[in-house]
Structure formats: structure tokens, C-alpha cells
């Protein structure tokens, strides 16, 4: 099965491609938020951390997630976002590399993961350099001198797919880790963490997970890494044992080391609830109906539109891409707010991507077929060309 | 005004006492939880980041929560855990006072500060060290050395308060920065960050914020310092404009660059909804009642308590305590679990503190009176000492 649209609420006249920047809202969430808010929070009171089992609760949405993305249950816990997230990992990668200067990326990650090991190397002052390599020349940048290769699996702005087994095994042949953020991944397509040996991965909650604005993300070590690593964000919830309030830190067994504070407990019931949909899926079907989703839409555009005003920004061979399509266009801003006032919802990244998220749990071949006809008549009419469109908001 | 109780759930046959660990839910809460998952995350979908403005609701809870502390409105931010909000002002002020080389606190902090400040310090390898002076001792250790004061105001365990003018004037005198952790003063008495001139603070918003379990946490920082910081924490919502994806960091003007990945929206909306209440409330009356309640129920327990069972762990008197009483009591978690059984929740701190927290917003002289007459009843004839009371949960 990977169809289940009528688990979704998608607003009438409403055809949604941009469920890669933020899924939509699973009807069982409702319910889930106000038991959640009600029965636990109002009734339980501060009890609802043993009564409601709140406090396991990284823990139980980690080990869904890990079902999704080839990790052991134990392996991975919701906590903080992904930018946190990726510092726990960045920092994590080069106290067990402290001889080695480079912390390799690309510069087609998605922008936090590179501000965040920035961030990390500034404050560490004299440790590592950051490396940007072209996507396309990662490998040839593997050498010895490489702590950490850092990389996000989906570009973010073109679905481009990196080969997570090839770069993984490169990496470890010259002795450096590897950390996979899964942001475009988790839940788009099939992840075998565990057959590639990845050291670390983190992702989002947000996108293919439909947990909701903001919701929590995760985070993955390697379970043999987990029990030697001495976490720099080491808060409370990833102490020994927490309520014995020692004055020291010791760190809890594996991952859960990897939590720091106090979850936040709403966003999170969203994303544990959400995650139970794909109890009866199939990823290798989500992911087969996926890529003929979206060659459906490159043929369809590709079809309609005038010469010139588009071109194709994800590779055409679908196995070489994530769960979205994307074309450079000129005056991409303005084309996809006229979208959007028709109904058609995907976005806008700088400088000139049209961009449009394909999940097979709930896009239709029909919604397709709506979307190519409406850009089409965008395109070819100029109904992109009023001020109004072209105004930049705050988010695009 | 300082009495709201009807403004909050209390369930029926509950005195609560634990509102310094987690708030009670408001009913306003309800209300907005509904719009932000239907009206706003169901209809509007990615767009609720612009049309209900969540991308600007981490500033618009701080301001909230800045009337609450004695800061200008713009210079607190709603974000991430308090775990994490310390690491983010300890790193700021070893980058500030590269050459000193010790970070100070007290044996009355929480815990996870100083596991935080710790694993900083690990991290940074051979950084300054953490001193753990006694509560009482804190001024006398300050001297020319210390990078950083770190401390809580009120103590979690006892309700002690430092005197933050005092402390921070010392601080400065000596050259040293000084973090202030409001986890039980926000909401709980008159703070006055600018009036002491304090250069950083981090908060909780579960407690007297009454935002819900794991509700964000916030930061401040001192305007003068906010433009001068390159945090460590740099993600993509801290850059001056994160939706020029960038691959270099800039960051955003003030306090903004202390935010870090994508909020939990959910859960901030419920804190920002809890923030609504204070409107017109008088924290000076707050706190003045608070006081007489706390004096209320020392006077009352200690008429009605067994000799020797108890001894009162706060201060006597009401000017050098938050807004808590606790008591060392050699059977305390037996005696807070008979009491939780019989209604009155409050908890237990390893290793001997039965702890009651009095929050006027919905606390009443009744609940007082009524807490005092059980606890006694419990201690007077060992209703405690039985088997169930004693297993040990997850969480205390």
C-alpha cells in the first residue's frame, strides 16, 4: 500500500507539493493533540511523565522512525531540531578524529548543516576547516586528512540523490566517518543506515514525516559508537540517571545520550501519532510510485510549457533523485506565488528553483495532471507577471 | 490582580503543589492548540509560516515572556531547551573572556547546567574549569579569574535565592560575566535583568509560564552583547536571512542569532497562549502573596507534623526564597507518593526533599491549609510506610 490520502486533511481546491518543506495534517493527530492536552497534561498534571510515559516518548518515536531509515530500534531518538542535531554529530565525529583538519560537505547541502559546523569549528577555534566540494566530486575529495564527510542525502534544491553506500564505504576506506542528514529522505525513500554502516544521521520530523510545524527531529549513532561518545551537549535527559540530580555527568546507554532537555511534549505526541501511518506501508512501493509520480510531471510540464521558460534543475533519471521536481525559471518567485493562488502549492528557493515535493502517501496521479496543466497556463499566459506576486514575503 | 484560578484546569480532588515542576494547563490553551493545528497548519499548510506568522513567534513569546523578567522586549527569544539555551551563553562568554579560565556555579544549580557547562568544557578540551563553590560562598569565590558566574537564581531544591544585584555587581567589578538561570523565578517573582545589568539568562517556560511539558525554553541576552556574538549553536534561523540559502553564516541582528533550527510551533504556541494570561497580573502582588501563602503553609505543617519528621529545608524567611517550600524529610518519597495518592501533588528531590511549589495564579489559602492537614495526617500516622509508596517510578 502506499496511498493513503484519506488519512490526510488536504484543503478543498488545494493541490499540495510541498509536502517536502511541510507535511500536511494526519486526521489521527487531532485526537492524539487532545488527548494529549486533556487526558494527560490537565488530568495527569506532572504525573503524565510516568502515567502518559512522556519521558520514553524520544525513545518510542526513534525507534518508529528508525523502522523507516534501515537503523536499529534502539539507534535513534527524536529530540531538538535538526540543526542541533547536526552539531551533536559534527562535534561527536571530531573527538574521535582529533588528528585529522577536515570536515568535508558540499555545496549542495541544505545551508544549517554548514552554518552549524561553522559555528562549531569557529568556537573550537583552532580545530578542522570546513570543505565544500561540487556534489558531483565528493568522492574524488576523500582523503586521509577527512574527519568528517558531511552531506545532506537529497538535495534540497534539486532531489538530487547521493550514492549513500558508495561515499559511505569511500569515507571509512580513508578512515573518516560519515554523517547523513536524511531531511529529504526519511520517509521518501527506502535508507539502509545499517547496510551502509553510516556513523551518524540525522533528519527532520516535519516533511515526508507529516509531524507537524516545527516538529521534533532525530538523530542516529551508530550503536557502536553510541556507548564511547562523551556528548558536548550533555543536558539532563541524556544523564545516567537523571533524577538522582548528581552534580556530575554520566551518560545514559547509547543514543540516549544524545538527548540534552526537556522534550517538547506536544510537538512531539504530533510526530508519534503521525509516524503510525505507516504502519501498513511499503517504502519500496512509496518509492516506485514516487519516481513514476514525478516522471508523470516532468513529461506533463515539459509538454505543456513554452519553450525556454523552463528547465529541468532534478536529474531526469529518476533513480538518481529524491521525492521532488524541480526547474530553474527565471522569474521562479513570482511563478510560483501565481501557483499558489491557483491552488497549486509548492515553493521557491533562491536564486531561480521552482521547486515541487511529490508524496505518493497522499499525491495523486490526477493532482499531477492539475499541476502541469496550471503552471502550464501560468507560463504560457505571463499570469505571473503582476506585483503582487512578485513581493517577497518573509518565508519562502 | 494575582488570583486566576479559574483562568486553569485543576482536576477535581487535586491540591496542586508541583506547578514549579510542570504548570497546570490554562483553557485558552485548548482554543489555540485547535486553530494552530486546523485553521492554521490544516488549511493553510506551508503558509502558515507567513499568514499565522510563525517564523516571527519565537521573538513575539520572548517579548512576552521580557515583561516578565525585566528586560527590553527584544532582547529574549523563545527557543530550544534551557539545556540547551546554557550551552549557547557559556560558549558566548568563554569567546567574550578568552583569558580567564574558570566558569563559576554552586552546589545549588541544576544539575543540567552544570553537565552542560561540563561538556562545554570536555568539548573545548583544554578551556577553562567548572568551580562549584557552596551557595553561601558564591561572592567570596568571585575574583579576577572567573570567565562566567553561572547560577540559578532560586534554588530547585530548597527555594533559596541568590541575590542577583549583589552577585552581579561582584561579577562585573571583577571583570566576570554572569548567566542567570530563571527556571524558578519566571512567572514566580519580580526579576530585574536590566536593572542588574545581568549579561545573559535562560528560562523555562513549563513551570510558572504554565506553557505545557517540555513548553520552549528562552534566552536573553544583553543588547550590547547580543551584536557582538558569533554563536556557537549558528543555525539557519539565527542568519540574517536564512531564506537567501546562503552557504556562508551571517547573523541575524541581536538576541535573534541565539535561535538555532525550525521551532516546535505547536508546543511554542501553547507557551505563547499560557504568556496571555499575565496581561493583568502584578507580579508584585504575585509575589507578595506568594510569600504569605509559603509563610502559611511553614506555619501549618510545622503545628501539625510529628516532632523530628520534618525539617523545613527553605529559608524562613520570605525575602531570600522563591516560591516554594520544601522540607528534608528522611522518608520523602514514601511520604510524596501517600500525599500524591491523596491528592495533594507535589515532589520529592534525591535525596531527602519534599518539595511544594505555591503559584498564587491558582493556588489558594484552602489548597494550603488542606496540603498541611494531609501531610500531617500522613506523617502523624505513617501512612506512607507501605510498599507501594516506596517503588522507586522513572521520573520523581
Avoid at 139 to 147: F, M, N
Avoid at 208 to 217: D, E, F, K, R, S
Wanted: include cysteine; charge should be negative; aromatic fraction near 6%.
Amino acid at each position: 500500500m502506499s496511498c493513503i490520502r484519506e488519512a490526510f486533511h488536504i484543503p478543498d481546491g488545494v493541490i499540495y507539493l510541498d509536502g517536502n518543506s511541510l507535511g500536511p495534517l494526519p486526521h489521527v493527530v487531532r485526537d492524539r493533540i487532545s488527548q494529549t492536552i486533556n487526558a494527560h497534561w490537565g488530568e495527569m498534571l506532572i504525573r503524565g511523565w510516568n502515567d502518559a510515559d512522556w519521558i520514553n516518548l524520544p525513545e518510542r518515536v526513534g525507534a518508529k522512525i528508525a523502522q523507516l531509515i534501515g537503523a536499529p530500534q534502539e539507534s535513534v531518538v527524536a529530540c531538538d531540531s535538526t540543526s542541533v542535531n547536526v552539531h551533536k554529530c559534527v562535534s561527536a565525529a571530531l573527538a574521535m578524529r582529533p588528528d585529522r583538519n577536515v570536515v568535508l560537505s558540499d555545496t549542495g547541502n541544505f545551508p544549517t548543516d554548514l552554518y552549524v559546523a561553522e559555528g562549531l569549528l569557529r568556537q573550537l577555534n583552532k580545530g578542522p576547516e570546513l570543505l565544500l566540494a561540487d556534489p558531483e566530486s565528493v568522492l574524488a575529495a576523500i582523503d586521509d586528512t577527512v574527519a568528517l564527510v558531511m552531506l545532506t542525502q537529497v538535495d534540497y534544491r534539486t532531489g538530487r540523490l547521493h550514492d549513500m553506500a558508495a561515499i559511505t564505504a569511500a569515507a571509512h576506506h580513508h578512515g573518516a566517518l560519515v554523517m547523513w542528514d536524511l531531511a529529504h529522505s526519511a520517509g521518501a525513500l527506502p535508507v539502509d543506515l545499517s547496510g551502509c554502516r553510516a556513523d551518524f544521521a540525522v533528519g527532520c520530523g516535519y516533511k515526508y514525516l507529516n509531524g507537524g510545524p516545527g516538529a521534533p527531529a532525530f538523530i542516529f549513532v551508530r550503536p557502536d559508537h553510541a556507548e564511547h561518545l562523551d556528548p558536548a551537549l550533555s543536558g539532563w535527559l541524556g544523564h545516567a540517571a537523571p533524577f538522582d540530580f548528581d552534580l556530575g555527568y554520566a551518560p545514559a546507554p547509547g543514543v540516549g545520550r544524545m538527548r540534552v532537555g526537556t522534550p517538547p511534549i506536544l510537538s512531539m505526541a504530533a510526530l508519534d501519532a503521525a509516524l503510525d501511518l505507516w504502519d501498513d506501508i511499503d517504502i519500496h512501493q512509496v518509492r516506485a510510485r514516487s519516481i513514476a509520480l514525478c516522471d508523470q510531471f516532468i513529461d506533463q510540464v515539459e509538454t505543456i510549457a513554452p519553450d525556454g521558460a523552463l528547465r529541468l534543475a532534478s536529474p531526469r533519471d529518476g533513480s538518481q533523485r529524491g521525492s521532488q521536481i524541480s526547474f530553474h525559471c527565471e522569474e521562479g518567485y513570482a511563478v510560483m506565488q501565481a501557483l499558489i493562488a491557483r491552488g497549486v502549492i509548492g515553493d521557491f528557493r533562491a536564486p531561480d528553483i521552482i521547486r515541487f515535493g511529490i508524496a505518493p502517501l497522499y499525491t495523486t496521479e490526477q493532482d499531477i495532471k492539475e499541476a502541469a496543466e496550471t503552471l502550464g497556463d501560468v507560463l504560457c499566459n505571463r499570469l505571473w507577471d503582476t506585483q503582487e506576486y512578485k513581493t517577497r514575503a518573509a518565508v519562502t
